[in-house]
């Protein structure tokens, strides 16, 4: 019986995967949860164990290959018996097989090529078929041209195959424009010499998953400065009891968490994503918290339902993730189903960061450094000059689905809870 092996589901938000590395080829036997092959997200990656046991009659796609999750990947024979014809020569798996390979397969007439063409507005480019025109070097301009079998005409991965086959016949149709036209430059960069450094996979993935963010969302960034000086006095007197007796280290993490999980649940319409027309309000406040690897790259662990977590709660799994993730120990689940993320820039000694949205979130919250100066306090004796503690915080939304009040409001509302945190805090 042969049984076809599918890409598993790897997260809540993940619709593909790039396959990394496969541990079997065609003919090798595999055991039942043997590891099969190692996949990757834009998050992390993953192991994938066998579900069946028997012998490898055929392998779909190849290492760097994009896929989507339920897309059969490979065939397993759970009997065992060789085979003269593999699965991958029949006429039912040949539909299955790529078709990004059809390059080896006779050449499609080409489509008639306009000599111009109206390029689609707002076209909506899925992270799947960005993949896919990334792969093979389509501009977002180019994909716009091609006609879309999808709801509300959006591009289909069956639409940019069927393109691609058909010998791109729009890739150098210029469009028709109404506007002065202006033509953007061919411009030829001198990009110097010097010692040339491969982008790791990782690296290449959060390249990739920032260019998308920016094209995606139109950023707007809001900032406002918090005292932290209560804040900061009640932990710097209380981490060495705190260690001692809950055995975990107060950091001002879970202090940040726990304030931005307050104001979220103050102003729902922030822990939202946008899908076509709608806004999806979440049910569950998600926090990511970006972290820096040893490699120097970043990953964004999740705190999951945040609000329902009081401070030692917090700090342990806090904790636990940051170590995970220095480690190299993190699960697909540890960063999946973020709804809102915080990137504290300050622990680089940066005093404010503008950050990328993490998509598909509405926004994402930047804490800079924690510094020391004089500022004027209102006494009603008088004005006095004071030491404290002060720290930016920036706030860059997705101007789509989040107006400058909203922002403004949740910004300055994160400020104030750091801002009136109880001295007399007991842990």
Known sequence: ??????????????????????FKKVGDTVEFDEIL????????????????????????Y??????????????IRTDGEASAVKPSETKETAS??????????????????????????????????????RKHHISYEELARIPGSGKKGRLRKSDVIGYLEDGRPFQFVQPVTESSGFKVPDLKFDKGTGERVPM???????????????????HVTAYVEADLTEMVTWRNSRKEE?????NEKLTFTPLFLEAVAKAIKDFPQINSSLDGDDIIIKNEINIGMATALPSGNLIVPVVKRADSHNLISLATITNSLAKKAREGNLKA?????????????????????TPIINQPEAAIL???????????????????????SMMYLSLSFDHRIVDGYLAGSFLRRIADYMEEFDIDRTI
């Open 37 to 60: 092959l190692e996949v990757a997200t834009d998050k992390v990656d993953s192991e994938v164990p066998s579900t069946v046991e028997g012998e490898i009659v055929d392998i779909l």
């Open 333 to 353: 689940d540890d960063t999946q189903g973020s709804t809102f993320t915080i990137s504290n820039v300050g622990t680089f000694g940066s005093l404010m960061g």
């Open 366 to 388: 930047a804490t800079g450094i924690i510094k020391k100066r004089p500022e004027v306090i209102e006494k009603p004796e008088g004005d006095v000059i004071e030491i404290r």
């Open 242 to 246: 705190f260690q001692k007796r809950h």
């Open 200 to 218: 790791d996979r990782m690296r290449q993935m959060i390249a990739d998953h920032m260019v998308f963010s920016k094209h995606t969302s139109p």
């Open 62 to 75: 190849e290492p760097n290959d994009v896929v989507g999750i339920g897309e059969v990947i490979a065939v």
């Open 96 to 133: 299955r097989k790529p078709t990004l390979s059809a390059s080896k397969q006779p050449k499609k007439k080409k489509a008639a090529v306009p000599q111009n063409f109206q390029v689609k507005e707002n076209v909506f480019v899925s992270p799947l078929v960005d993949q896919i025109a």
């Open 1 to 22: 019986m042969d049984v076809e092996f599918k890409m598993p589901r790897l997260g809540e938000s993940i619709a593909e995967a790039a396959i990394i590395k496969w």
